[in-house]
């Protein structure tokens, strides 16, 4: 255990030393090609900004108002039938769009029911097997800006894959959580 304390301290260090002797060994201009990737990366950070904005204003809309908690009150019988417990479905709403706001919903049912009961057990394993969908997508055709294929056609395979893989986790995760918590 303590070798891999000690490895992991020095990973980055190692690896950032790595990169900047294959530069000089390759007489590559290390500065310049840093420079040109920051220069790269603020550019995608500002096509996808107001993406980012316009979903944490959707979040915050949607929690504030007590849609969530109104969607979760309507779809508890369904979810209950497959030990789904309903306070969990905001959650994991939410999950698909940020992962940051569903980390504040994760603190509340943490704080309600505690993180050792089914709930906050089951929430924390949901957590870990979905991914922010809408978030990741969104990111991704903004940043690559594919004009060359139908980006509508692009969007729906693979915003279909990412459903299903999702539902496949939450699905796993109610199963693994069984008799848990």
Known sequence: MQFLLYLSNFMIPIVIFYIVGYGLCSHTDIFGAFVKGAEDGFRVVLKVLPTL??????????????LLETFSAWISPMAEKINFPAVLVPLSLIKMVSSSAATGLLLDIYKEFGTDSHEGFLAS???????????????????TGDKKHSPVTKMNWTLTGALIATFAGMAASVWLCRGMG
């Not at 904005?53 to 007590?66: E, H, K, Q, T």
């Not at 949901?126 to 990111?139: G, N, P, Q």
Request: net charge neutral; aromatic share 12%; proline share 0%.
């Open 53 to 66: 904005i316009g979903l944490m204003m959707a979040i915050g809309i949607l929690r504030a108002s007590g």
């Open 125 to 143: 394993v949901l957590m870990c097997c979905s991914e922010t969908i809408f978030y990741t997508i969104s990111v991704y055709f903004i940043a």
